[in-house]
């Protein structure tokens, strides 16, 4: 399972798999021939992810996503809990919570022992650490571990094993395997390791389990949906606005010329992350009472009204009106990583789910061999009204047309999810790019941070010399997860049998 080669564009016959590590990859496709749900291969993945990826997910993180199952459509929100412990930066996890939703749900077919079974050898066994992880653990993030996760991941000389093992970790999972109940589970942890929650406290950590949120348009005279989960702990809304805009935009005809398009692209984004009601890479928000319940319809037309007179504006005018926003504001320093995200498809069945724990190693801190995930709020102490959950920047979204599921994706990188998603729908259904999205993960990216811009080095010359004469300052930027613009992993349905699946070309990713 460990030697396989990540492949970043793979097609199918009748499913999809993409996915953060090969292992992962396998497992979920294992799970499939096994005649397991989309829910069983997604918990299969996550659970290797778990254990080969512990910089970006833990079983004590968060999650959330979207699904579309022949015809029934839902999503299911599974964030940290605030807890009210002065000083704590250590949330109540709820990856375990959506696990036991599932299975309550009767959304799983086969026994967990079988779902956890290929982490549990990984785990037990031991893994090959990717190049992404040895970047993790090498990094300032990394330096920070406690001392038990040291122990895993690093040897004497302080450098990254190269051949890991984490049997404490194997051996929470085959307690999650043979518990009847989370409570169960949770009640056998415990009575062997405490943690670092009070005696009196409970991991009960409900999960939420909304209406999606839905965009609906028509491009090429097809029906377009939008499907995500449209909680304020997430992204998802603004994602769809930001496609709304690109549509807009190309309603209005102003994206004819490409490089004048590119600096649409641009303009739009600066707005859209303008708008959203968290101070951008701080999670923290702007105004007591933050929300998503918005016409994303009517707002899009004003931010491409707004995009249309500046792409008109004379230089002057242009930077007076971009210096009022957060685009001027001094650098701020976000996380590159610290999420990841799983699209799996099996005939008329779409998942698209994405996991995060914070910071890379979430808390730097260890429970059973994982890293507990991190909590925003409990650290900035600046929790808006009536908060009980962290805030987490993520946007699964699976894409509809002409009433059946077509794509599913989602991305990882802080704010570079949503202007990697946006990007993406704005060359397919802005610019009407004909090409299959696992196709365009391999298109230049440009993203708009600290007011300069972030550029694939490979980037349109023509389009980079037209917005540099516009006054932006370019960042050429390399691939690599280092400094990656979005990770995003996409499986798309092509015809009634075949799919096409692709990881970003800046990680380690699989798709099958």
């Not at 979207?66 to 709820?94: D, H, K, M, W, Y």
Request: net charge negative; aromatic share 8%; with cysteine.
């Amino acid at each position: 399972m460990n030697s396989e080669v990540p492949l970043h564009v793979h097609s199918s016959l009748g499913f999809g798999i993409a996915t953060p590590a090969p292992s992962a990859t396998a497992a979920a496709n294992a799970i499939r021939h096994q005649g397991g749900s989309v829910f069983d291969m997604y918990l299969a993945a996550l659970a290797c992810a778990w254990v080969t990826d512990p910089a970006n997910c833990s079983p004590f993180g968060r999650m959330h996503g979207v699904f579309s199952i022949a015809g029934e459509v839902g999503c299911l929100n599974a964030p940290t809990a605030i807890r009210q412990v002065p000083e704590s930066t250590v949330p109540l996890p709820g990856n375990i919570a959506a696990w036991s939703a599932f299975r309550r749900g009767g959304r799983l077919r086969l026994p967990d022992r079988a779902l956890l079974a290929p982490a549990i050898a990984l785990a037990a066994e031991g893994f090959e650490a990717s190049v992404d992880l040895k970047i993790n653990l090498l990094a300032e993030e990394g330096a920070e571990m406690s001392d038990t996760l040291k122990a895993i991941y690093m040897g004497e000389t302080g450098t990254p094993r190269e051949h890991i093992r984490n049997p404490e970790l194997a051996n929470f999972l085959q307690i999650l395997a043979d518990s009847g109940s989370e409570d169960d589970f949770w009640r056998s942890l415990r009575a062997r390791n405490p943690g670092p929650w009070l005696p009196e406290e409970t991991l009960e950590n409900p999960v939420q389990q909304p209406a999606p949120r839905i965009l609906d348009f028509e491009t090429d005279g097809q029906p377009q949906r939008f499907l995500t989960a449209g909680a304020i702990e997430t992204w998802g809304t603004w994602t769809l606005l930001g496609a709304a805009v690109g549509v807009e935009l190309r309603r209005s005809g102003v994206l004819c010329d490409h490089a004048r398009a590119m600096e649409a692209y641009v303009l739009s984004t600066i707005l859209l992350l303008d708008r959203i009601p968290f101070a951008v890479g701080t999670l923290e928000p702007r105004f007591a009472r933050p929300y998503v319940d918005i016409d994303i319809a009517s707002e899009a037309i004003t931010i491409a009204e707004r995009v249309i007179r500046l792409l008109d504006a004379p230089l002057e005018a242009l930077w007076n009106d971009l210096e009022k926003t957060y685009f001027a504001e001094p650098a701020r320093r976000t996380e590159r990583g610290n999420t990841n995200h799983f699209s799996i498809v099996c005939g008329d069945h779409f998942l698209s789910f994405t996991t995060s724990i914070g910071p890379w190693f979430g808390s730097k801190v260890s429970w059973w061999g994982a890293p507990l995930g991190y909590s925003y709020a409990m650290r900035s102490n600046s929790l808006f009204e009536g908060q009980t959950h962290d805030v987490t920047e993520m946007s699964p979204i699976i894409i509809e047309v002409g009433g059946r599921p077509r794509i599913a994706i989602g991305s990882a990188g802080s704010e570079r999810i949503l202007a990697s998603l946006t990007y993406l729908f704005f060359l397919k259904f802005g610019l009407g790019s004909r090409e299959d999205m696992a196709d365009l993960l391999a298109t230049p990216r440009v993203f708009p941070k600290d007011g300069k811009l972030r550029m694939h080095a490979d980037f349109s010359p023509v389009a980079r010399a037209h917005l540099e004469a516009r006054g932006f300052e370019i960042v050429p930027t390399e691939y690599g997860l280092e400094h990656n613009i979005g990770l995003v992993n996409v499986v798309e349905r092509l015809d009634s049998r075949r799919y096409k699946s692709g990881t970003d070309p800046s990680a380690s990713g699989c798709a099958l």
